[in-house]
T-cell receptor, first 111, second 112 residues
Framework: SQQGEEDPQALSIQEGKNATMNCSYK?????LQWYRQNSGRGLVHLIL?????REKHSGRLRVTLDTSKKSSSLLITASRAADTASYFC???????????FGGGTRVLVKP | DTAVSQTPKYLVTQMGNDKSIKCEQN?????MYWYKQDSKKFLKIMFS???????INETVPNRFSPKSPDKAHLNLHINSLELGDSAVYFC???????????FGPGTRLTVL
């Protein structure tokens, strides 16, 4: 079964607006990572947040982690058409361990 | 310059055939993985190798056999292909310093 579940499954927003997606997981984790997958392409690593961190920023991306609720959110600010992609959260239980992925959120940014 | 490469990118074959997918990384990483992404986009780990040694083997049919000739390569051989094997297969390697996995572009396997 999937460790993570993402919400919403699909998101359509206007260019320039912010996009927020959430990820919930079931067991304790070491790290939580977010990846982007453009249609027909491989996964691109976006950001990693460790279990002892609560918030992290990278450019227009902001990730939060709430280990008490076993959830994380990814915020994309000032979205662009190029942000159109599927976004996956992935967790691992220990360094170097396998990643367990959520089902992904498909984001469509309309010009 | 490609960090993690896979060949072929597309593979179309008949049921019952045997096929291989190759993966190479030039990042100097010790750990490599194979993931399977199904038609609903769910990604699931299949295997992991560290320095040519198998360390993770999820519940994968024994028709799937990974082979790591050296730590830069992790190939996937599939025997007696079935319709349900149709998926996109991703290879990845792990940066031990950042815990980040770097993914290849994927191999789309279609079994007819």
């Amino acid at each position: 079964s999937q460790q993570g579940e993402e919400d919403p499954q699909a998101l359509s927003i206007q260019e320039g607006k912010n996009a927020t997606m959430n990820c919930s997981y079931k067991t304790s984790i070491n790290n939580l990572q977010w990846y982007r997958q453009n249609s027909g392409r491989g996964l691109v690593h976006l950001i990693l947040i460790r279990s002892n961190e609560r918030e992290k920023h990278s450019g227009r991306l902001r990730v939060t982690l709430d280990t008490s609720k076993k959830s994380s959110s990814l915020l994309i600010t000032a979205s662009r058409a190029a942000d159109t992609a599927s976004y996956f959260c992935a967790t691992d239980k220990a360094a170097g361990n396998k990643l367990t992925f959520g089902g992904g959120t498909r984001v469509l940014v309309k010009p | 310059d490609t960090a993690v490469s896979q060949t072929p990118k597309y593979l179309v074959t008949q049921m019952g055939n045997d096929k291989s997918i190759k993966c190479e990384q030039n990042l100097g990483h010790d750990t490599m993985y194979w993931y399977k992404q199904d038609s609903k986009k769910f990604l699931k780990i299949m295997f992991s190798y560290n320095n040519k040694e198998l360390i993770i083997n999820e519940t994968v049919p024994n028709r799937f056999s990974p082979k790591s000739p050296d730590k830069a390569h992790l190939n996937l051989h599939i025997n007696s292909l079935e319709l349900g094997d149709s998926a996109v297969y991703f290879c990845a390697s792990l940066s031990g310093s950042t815990d980040t996995q770097y993914f290849g572009p994927g191999t789309r396997l279609t079994v007819l």
